[in-house]
């Protein structure tokens, strides 16, 4: 089955710039869509197709999708951004939707 | 404003049944698929199951096959899961999400909006 790998935690400090990676084999052919969860709510998509931001998104966050790894980019880092995100997509082969691990942010 | 409110989770045994429900208001239910994801207590996302806008196509994850069953009534606004012979793995927190509709009309994987989720505990 198809696996997304994301690493446990980033931190950054405020104001600087976090990209968060989401690994996957030859996952530049598939389609990326990234969620952000803060703490006791649900969770709020804030880019698809590797590189749409949804309405209501701020331009900070950007996307990419390059070889085996996804990169989901906040620049201007603040404090309410602090949440962890997944990478998602869909396999195809499997007709299953997969879910990376999940990264938290940390704004040092 | 689009609204998902998930119902009918609690506690339940070992082996035991639930039927979950999510109603859906201020957007075009039966043009969307619809989708159930669930988190178990601190812990990453896990999809469970997906259904498309007329039903025809239905999936589910391995964890789940040949033990939920998703449906939905759009004539209701509801999506249904049913749960049936629970373990203790499946206590999570159960939300619905809907897809994402393409202007192409395609319907994508994409959950693009989630209800706040229902938390149902497996457990004797």
């Known amino acids: 089955s198809y696996v997304l790998t994301q690493p446990p935690s980033v931190s950054v400090a405020p104001g600087q710039t976090a990209k968060i990676p989401c690994g996957g084999n030859?996952?530049?052919?598939?389609?990326v869509h990234w969620y952000q969860q803060k703490p006791g709510q649900a969770p709020v998509l804030v880019m698809y197709h590797d590189r749409d931001r949804p309405s209501g998104i701020p331009e900070r966050f950007s996307g990419s999708n390059s070889g085996n790894t996804a990169t989901l980019t906040i620049s201007r880092v603040g404090a309410g951004d602090e949440a962890d995100y997944y990478c998602q997509v869909w396999d195809s082969s499997r007709d299953h939707v997969v879910f990376g691990g999940g990264t938290r942010l940390t704004v040092l | 404003e689009a609204q998902l409110v998930e119902s009918g989770g609690g506690l339940v045994k070992p082996g035991g049944s639930l039927r979950l429900t999510c109603g859906a208001s201020g957007f075009a239910f039966s043009s969307h698929s619809m989708k159930w994801v669930r988190q178990a207590p601190g812990k990453g996302l896990e999809w469970v199951a997906s259904?498309?806008?007329?039903?025809?196509?239905?999936y589910y994850a391995d964890s789940v096959k040949g033990r939920f069953t998703i449906s939905r009534d759009n004539a209701k606004k509801s999506l249904y899961l049913e749960m049936n012979s629970l373990r203790a793995e499946d206590t999570a927190v159960y939300f619905c999400?809907?897809?994402?509709?393409?202007?192409?009309?395609?319907?994508?994987?994409?959950?693009?909006?989630w209800g706040q989720g229902d938390l149902v505990t497996v457990s004797s």
């Open positions: 030859n996952i530049e052919s598939k389609s």
């Open positions: 999400a809907r897809g994402l509709l393409g202007e192409d009309g395609i319907e994508y994987e994409v959950f693009d909006f």
């Open positions: 259904i498309n806008s007329g039903s025809t196509f239905i």
